[in-house]
Structure formats: C-alpha cells, structure tokens
C-alpha cells in the first residue's frame, strides 16, 4: 500500500498539485469558494442600448442581406462581457431581427422556446405551428420549442421586433436541435386569430386538457394589455418596488407563458420612482412608452427612451423612474425556471 504525501512546504504542495493534474484530479480546496459563491456573481454586466443607435444600423444590414440569405437577419445584442457568446445575459439571448415588405424569413424549428416583442412596424406576420398571426407594435408573440415558425411582410416599411430566446439555457444542457422545413413558408392549418379565440377569452375547450408546457395563445395583443395597465394604475395600490407589474400568464394552468422564459409589463406612473430591487432572474428590459431613468447600484444612471434596451444580469440592484409622463416597460428573464428549481430570490429595500 503506496504511503501517503507529507507535504512539507509551498514547494511540495506545487509538485502534489501537478500529479494529481496529470491524474485528472483538482483539490477542491483550491476552488471551493467560487464554486459555491457567497452570492450570485454573473458574468454579463448592466448595459444599454439606444434605439438611435441600433435601428439605422439594422437599416443597413436589410440593404446589404436579404432574409431568405440570412435566414434570419438579426443583429444580436451582445453583452460587452460575453462577446462573441450570442448572449445578452448569462443565460438569455436576444437580437433585433428585420423583414422588409415582400420578404419571407425561411420556416425552421429549433428546441429553444423564442418570444417576438415587436418594436416597429405594421404588416408583418409570425406562423406558428400552421396558424398566422398579424404583427403590431407592443405585441408579444410565442414561438415554442420544437414548432414550425417563419415570418413575412405583405405591408409597407420596415418591420422590427426583439427575438428572445433562452439559447444559453438550452446550450449549457447541450439539449439543441434545429431543422429546416422542406418549404420556404409552411402551410396554415387554422384560420388567424384561432388561437386567440379558443384559449384566449377567458374561455376553454370542455373536455380537452393540455399537455404542452407553453401557453396556447400566442400572440398576446399589446391592445389588451396596455388597457389592463392603464385600469389597474388607477384602482390598484402601487407596488413601491415593482410599480404596475403584470405577468403573460399560461390561460390554461395560470403558469407564465413558457417553461423558460418570463415575460413581463409594468407600468410606472409620472413621477414614480421604484425602491432599489434584486432579484437572481436576469432580465432584459426595453422601454415600450414614455421616458425613464434606470439607476443600477454603484454604476451612473441611464436615460432610456422608447425602444431603448438595457441588459440587467441577476441579483444587480436596480431602480425605475418614469421621467417625463407614464413609462411603461416590457421585460423578459429566466425566472420561471428559477422558481421550478427552487432557486429564486429575491431582495427589497
């Protein structure tokens, strides 16, 4: 029986360190403490980017790639700390994507769940899983896992929207798969607005149950939910950290709307200035109306307009103000999957 180390110095520790390499074993003692943090420590920093900037340059990419050469002629917003990674946090990605009147971006389906928030634009159009939907500014629209989806513009101008996607969630797992359909635009199976009238109204099939993890609505019109907004900012008691804040929610069990990815809107009233928050979720945040200021613990405040953009990572302290009149915000993170694995958190000051 081979006799232990007795590792006497610095010296002697070093060459016990380079067997045990050689071997494909580390001392954990070497590691622990960032292994097991004393608090959450991501990698992605705050970040903001200005609409002004961004859109003349999505301009020049729709001149210079058409969207059946690019497939999808995105431009992926990358966090200044994770470039070259697609990513906008740690665990969430998004892009700003572009279709020009007359254009088809290519049907394909993928197992990363993708939510459209729309920035710009009228006539354009999502199909997903055989039934189209038309786009308008503020629109929240669903792509799940694993469907058929392409998108198109039968209008005028160009037409904008954020893609959202949990594409580092599903990276890490090394769980993706992608395919592309056979046709240029997939066939529709169900007329516009099905979904919308079938699970949307406050209203379900008898008898049917669901077995998807992801809502069966879709498109979530930004109509609706600005008019929920505006009511509640008058009735409700404002929540002094969060302001207005509603969550898309999954009609069918009253979960959120994807297994992976939390959307969110809230309204700040004129004047309203939220309390400092955290939270372990990383979220992307862009400012849909009005103006605001958005103040990250120990970093200079930003001044948001509309369209802006501003990666927030987890458990950064942040606070909202609305500046000029009402904001309202649009939002999306990993939450869901922190409240499923037991992780979330959450600090109020």
């Not at 509640?232 to 950290?241: M, Q, S, V």
């Not at 948001?304 to 987890?314: I, T």
Request: net charge negative.
């Amino acid at each position: 029986m081979n006799e232990p180390h007795v590792l006497k110095n610095s010296v002697d520790r070093s060459a016990f360190y380079k067997e045990l390499d050689a071997l494909n074993l580390a001392p954990l003692w070497e590691v622990l403490k960032g292994l097991v943090p004393a608090d959450p420590r991501p990698t992605a920093a705050p970040y903001a980017w200005q609409w002004t900037t961004v859109r003349p340059q999505l301009l020049a990419a729709g001149g210079s790639i058409s969207a059946e050469e690019a497939e999808r002629r995105v431009l992926v917003l990358e966090n200044p700390k994770l470039r070259g990674k697609s990513q906008i946090t740690d665990t969430l990605y998004a892009g700003l994507q572009l279709i020009l009147p007359g254009e088809v971006a290519p049907a394909h389906r993928h197992t990363q769940s993708a939510l459209r928030f729309v920035l710009e634009g009228s006539g354009g159009y999502t199909a997903v899983a055989g039934e189209r939907t038309t786009m308008h500014r503020g629109d929240l629209i669903l792509t799940p896992f694993w469907t058929w989806h392409d998108h198109g513009h039968d209008g005028t101008g160009p037409v904008i929207w954020m893609d959202c996607l949990d594409v580092p969630l599903v990276g890490f797992l090394k769980t993706g798969f992608r395919e592309e359909h056979a046709e240029a635009a997939q066939g529709t199976s169900r007329p516009e607005g099905y979904s919308q009238a079938m699970y949307g109204s406050g209203l379900l099939p008898v008898g049917q149950s669901f077995g998807s993890l992801t809502s069966p609505v879709f498109n979530y019109p930004y109509s609706r939910t600005r008019e929920a907004l505006h009511r509640l900012a008058r009735t409700k008691e404002i929540d002094p950290h969060l302001g207005i804040c509603l969550r898309y929610v999954n009609p069918a069990n009253g979960d959120w709307v994807m297994p992976t990815l939390g959307p969110i809107m809230r309204l700040l009233p004129k004047g309203f200035s939220t309390s400092m928050y955290r939270s372990t979720d990383s979220a992307v945040f862009v400012l849909v109306e009005g103006e605001a200021t958005i103040e990250v613990e120990g970093a200079t405040p930003v001044k948001l307009k509309e369209n802006d953009v501003f990666a927030m990572p987890g458990w950064c302290a942040y606070r909202l103000h609305a500046s000029t009149g009402e904001c309202v915000f649009f939002s999306f993170s990993d939450r869901p999957v922190h409240e499923k694995l037991g992780l979330f958190r959450e600090e109020r000051r």
